[in-house]
């Protein structure tokens, strides 16, 4: 999900390796799409989504339906997010936006990273189903990165 001044992505023209296309014409497409200033991907957990109180998508698939996801992530679209919090107990997180939505986020059964917030600064806030989080470099190699718990004044 992108958040914050939206910017273009445009990636140099690559040729198209469609079997059905003409030698003669080679086809080839420039991949452009919107990005905004920030970026959070959800990992490892379950998660809701809802809409002004009515429950618009979640992560408990049944088959292959992606259904669920693409009805979330449409409903989400164009709203700003407006809070978040956490709460290192459970290990549960909430994402509050403007037009009525709210994510929830809860750990499976691991404590693997539920999700990661990117910042125009590089920087990246990570958070794991324990609890624990980590504010590093977004390129910092996995087995780098280290996870603090949170204190009660902070």
Known sequence: ME??????????PTASD???RDPAQPLTRRHVHVVGEYTLMI???AW????????????N???????PITTAMAAMHGQML?????DPRTGRSEFHFDLGGHLRTK??????EQWHFSTPSGLCLSYRGDGRYSWQPGDTPPDDLRWLAFTESG
């Open 43 to 45: 990992g490892t957990c």
């Open 82 to 86: 407006t809070a978040v919090a956490v």
């Open 18 to 20: 469609h079997v059905d």
């Open 61 to 67: 698939l049944k088959g292959s339906s992606k259904k």
């Open 107 to 112: 750990p499976d059964a691991s404590a693997d």
């Open 3 to 12: 958040f914050g001044n939206p910017a273009l992505d445009i990636k140099a």
């Open 48 to 59: 809701t989504f809802h809409h002004r109180g009515t429950l618009v998508g979640h992560s």
